[in-house]
Nanobody, 122 residues
Framework: EVQLVESGGGLVQAGGSLRLSCVAS????????IGWFRQLPGGEREEVSC????????NYVDSVKGRFTISTDTAKNTVYLQMNNLKPEDTAIYFC???????????????WGQGTQVTVSL
């Protein structure tokens, strides 16, 4: 059984930082494209970032470029999302998800975590 478990969310003031973790079991994260999504308070879901260790590439939505960094720890089978200079509009539930393929673009997500809440106050 594949499980993805997120942690690291919380309440932070604008300008602060958080690091989200996504620990996987049942799959080897390096074999899959791994994405971070967020569900905004209005219900909209957007892909924040995706990393492919196979291709050595990562991509980001424009609104987080320069502030968020996605990375992997192979030994811990964990993907991180370092979030700096957080803004109130970053408030959302953040999910990690694993692609069925080893790359990000043009492939489907096969497994999802339960999410972790991030709240950024003024």
């Amino acid at each position: 059984e594949v499980q993805l478990v997120e942690s690291g969310g919380g309440l932070v003031q604008a300008g602060g930082s958080l690091r989200l973790s996504c620990v996987a079991s049942g799959i080897i994260l390096n074999d899959h494209g791994i994405g971070w999504f967020r569900q905004l308070p209005g219900g909209e879901r957007e892909e924040v970032s995706c990393i492919s260790s196979f291709l050595g590439k990562a991509n980001y939505v424009d609104s987080v470029k320069g502030r968020f960094t996605i990375s992997t720890d192979t030994a811990k089978n964990t993907v991180y999302l370092q979030m700096n200079n957080l803004k109130p509009e970053d408030t959302a539930i953040y999910f990690c998800a694993a692609k069925t393929a080893s790359w990000c673009r043009g492939s489907d997500f096969g497994w999802w975590g339960q999410g972790t809440q991030v709240t950024v106050s003024l």
